[in-house]
T-cell receptor, first 119, second 113 residues
Framework: ETGVTQTPRHLVMGMTNKKSLKCEQH?????MYWYKQSAKKPLELMFV???????ENNSVPSRFSPECPNSSHLFLHLHTLQPEDSALYLC??????????????????FGAGSRLTVL | SQQGEEDPQALSIQEGENATMNCSYK?????LQWYRQNSGRGLVHLIL?????REKHSGRLRVTLDTSKKSSSLLITASRAADTASYFC?????????????FGSGTRLSIRP
């Protein structure tokens, strides 16, 4: 248990469905991240939230909609996805994005991931 | 954006041997991190080396950093079956006084019993 919990662990959805992925961290961190991991591709940073404010949207299609209601929770809302969106979606947290200034490092703690299959 | 590139992409060794993985990156960094991922799971932070450090140890792990060559290596000594996993280097990319962590494509390490 890393302190970052992702649910569901597995999700199968059709292209017309609406579903959500949830991430919760119990580490007192203030920055949260969504990464996408597809087969044989590097991890792709999707979104970053720092103190509940979105600080990064890495040109992610609008069918992915993030939500960060507080520093402990992060959601990824999914709508009209494509089969190529099938991947492992990883949530991570860190102290905050300015951690580098104080400690010289921005170390991520990851959840176990949500395996998404789009039919 | 900047990205670490690991070499080799896959490595298979006998249990007890040492495993060495390399990472190259493109631009200046403040630090470089190594993470490990067991199949289908999340990544786990292993070790961080700062740009002013050349070598760092943690248990059976040894990391080196050569900023002049923009490269790093991860050495796992006396490998065990439980070391079978994918290993990623990660560098920080700065924008608007905040950092984001960018990962390479990883090295898949298999330890044969």
């Amino acid at each position: 248990e890393t302190g970052v919990t992702q649910t569901p662990r597995h999700l199968v959805m059709g292209m017309t469905n609406k579903k959500s992925l949830k991430c919760e961290q119990h580490l007192g961190h203030n920055a949260m991240y969504w990464y996408k991991q597809s087969a044989k591709k590097p991890l792709e940073l999707m979104f970053v939230y720092n103190f509940k404010e979105q600080t990064e949207n890495n040109s992610v299609p609008s069918r992915f909609s993030p939500e960060c209601p507080n520093s402990s929770h992060l959601f990824l809302h999914l709508h009209t996805l494509q089969p190529e969106d099938s991947a492992l979606y990883l949530c991570a947290s860190s102290q905050d994005q300015q951690g580098l200034y104080r400690t010289g490092a921005n170390v991520l703690t990851f959840g176990a991931g949500s395996r998404l299959t789009v039919l | 954006s900047q990205q670490g590139e690991e070499d080799p992409q896959a490595l298979s060794i006998q249990e007890g041997e040492n495993a060495t993985m390399n990472c190259s990156y493109k631009t200046s960094i403040n630090n470089l991190q190594w993470y490990r991922q067991n199949s289908g799971r999340g990544l786990v932070h292993l070790i961080l080396i700062r740009s002013n450090e050349r070598e760092k140890h943690s248990g059976r792990l040894r990391v080196t950093l050569d900023t002049s060559k923009k490269s790093s290596s991860l050495l796992i000594t006396a490998s065990r079956a439980a070391d079978t996993a994918s290993y990623f280097c990660a560098t920080d990319e700065w924008y608007s006084s905040a950092s984001k962590i960018i990962f390479g494509s990883g090295t898949r390490l298999s330890i044969r019993p």
